[in-house]
Structure formats: structure tokens, C-alpha cells
């Protein structure tokens, strides 16, 4: 089954303890992006990436990282996780990186950063 | 950048009813699709429609690009088509980002 898998889903952590949300895809996509989702303030684009080794920050990436060594696979790490990061986050991918196909997501992961 | 407007923001079905909901883009767009979010957060894909129109079972959507505008149908609505239903659009030389409206929530009664 073509899908976006996200790892873990639920996520409960303490102020600075680094941790790191896993996304991959199995449909050969070069897309891929990170979401968070906050009341309020809807979805932004943290991260994305137009294929492996090509990264860029999208309109959130303050207090992210990301890397894309395979195609399958684009890790969201979060080095010194604060309160304000307590988010819905999603996982994104399409097949082209020219926002004219269909973009696909993940299950979405639930962070809570005391 | 470009602006996604959804209206109406919350919208109250009797189960069976119909109903019609309206993105408005303040630019030309790439790509636009509407997802439902579900009661447990999870963004379904309902339809990729930069333009013309779609067909899906009871939804259906229609985007007249150079409006600038785009229509959700859901018709004969069940308990089911409760949750949050999101347009969003990609512009041009936007890469592909995806710029969301602030939904519309749905709540559909027995």
C-alpha cells in the first residue's frame, strides 16, 4: 500500500530532551516536507526537501533540523525540544518537487513538550 | 504571499443533508486540494483540483482557476463527514509548499 508513515504518533518529553520524529515514504517520491498544525495558526511548512541532500527551510524552522540521506526517508529532530513546540506535526510527499501533483500525508504525530 | 479563505468557518448538518463549501486564493495556484481532518487528526486527501471538476462517491468539487475560487459538495451527509475539511493551494514558484485555509469545521447530526 502506497502511504507516508510517521514514527512515533504520540510523543510526551521534558524541555531539552533531543528527540527525533521518523517519516518515510514508499512511493519513490522526491517531495517531502515537515507540517505543524496549532490552533489558531493553522499549518506551516517547517522543512522541506526537493531530493536527497537538498534541504530548505520553509516558514517554521527555528528550533528544527532535518536530513535526507535516503530518498525514502526525511527525519524531523528536534535538538532542544521547548514548550512551544507542542504541535500536531505532519509528514508530507509528492512525486515531484514542482507543487503540481498531489501531495500525500503522513498520520500526523502528537508532541507534547513539558 | 498568497491568502486562502474558507467560509463558512462552521457548518451544523442535519445527517442527509447537503451542503457546499467555498475556498477563495488571492493568486494563481499550481495545485489545490481539499483534505479532511478527521476526529483523530489525520489529514485525508479528498481531491487534487487545480481546475475543472471532480467526482468522488458523494463529494464532488469544482475550482474555476480564474475565479479564484473553488467549491466542496457533500451530499446525502453522514455522521462520518464530521471533522475539519481544509483547502489548500501551491503557487506559482512557490516550490510546494502548501499555503492552507483555516477550514471549515463540519458537524453532521444524527
Known amino acids: 500500500e502506497a502511504q507516508v508513515t510517521q514514527n512515533p504518533r504520540y510523543l510526551i518529553t521534558v524541555t531539552g530532551k533531543k528527540l527525533t520524529v521518523t517519516c518515510s515514504q514508499n512511493?519513490?517520491?522526491?517531495?517531502m516536507s515537515w507540517y505543524r498544525q496549532d490552533p489558531g495558526l493553522g499549518l506551516r511548512q517547517i522543512y522541506y526537501s526537493m531530493n536527497v541532500e537538498v534541504t530548505d527551510k520553509g516558514d517554521v524552522p527555528e528550533g528544527y533540523k532535518v536530513s535526507r540521506k535516503e530518498k525514502r526517508n526525511f527525519p524531523l529532530i528536534l535538538e532542544s525540544p521547548s514548550p512551544n513546540q507542542t504541535s500536531l506535526y505532519f509528514c508530507?510527499?509528492?512525486?515531484?518537487?514542482?507543487?503540481?501533483?498531489?501531495?500525500?500525508f503522513g498520520p500526523g504525530t502528537r508532541l507534547l513538550v513539558l | 504571499g498568497i491568502q486562502v479563505e474558507q467560509s463558512p468557518p462552521d457548518l451544523i448538518l442535519q445527517e442527509g443533508a447537503n451542503s457546499t463549501l467555498r475556498c477563495n486564493f488571492s493568486d494563481s495556484v499550481n495545485n489545490l486540494q481539499w483534505f479532511h481532518q478527521n476526529p483523530w487528526g489525520q489529514l485525508i486527501n479528498l481531491f487534487y483540483?487545480?481546475?475543472g471538476t471532480k467526482q468522488n462517491g458523494r463529494l464532488s468539487a469544482t475550482t474555476v482557476a480564474t475565479e479564484r475560487y473553488s467549491l466542496l459538495y457533500i451530499s446525502s451527509s453522514q455522521t462520518t463527514d464530521s471533522g475539519v475539511y481544509f483547502c489548500?493551494?501551491?503557487?506559482?514558484?512557490?516550490?510546494?509548499?502548501?499555503?492552507f485555509g483555516q477550514g471549515t469545521e463540519l458537524s453532521v447530526k444524527p
Open positions: 508530507a510527499s509528492s512525486l515531484g518537487a514542482g507543487g503540481q501533483e498531489t501531495q500525500y
Open positions: 489548500a493551494v501551491v503557487g506559482f514558484a512557490q516550490g510546494g509548499k502548501l499555503i
Open positions: 512511493m519513490n517520491h522526491e517531495y
Open positions: 483540483i487545480p481546475s
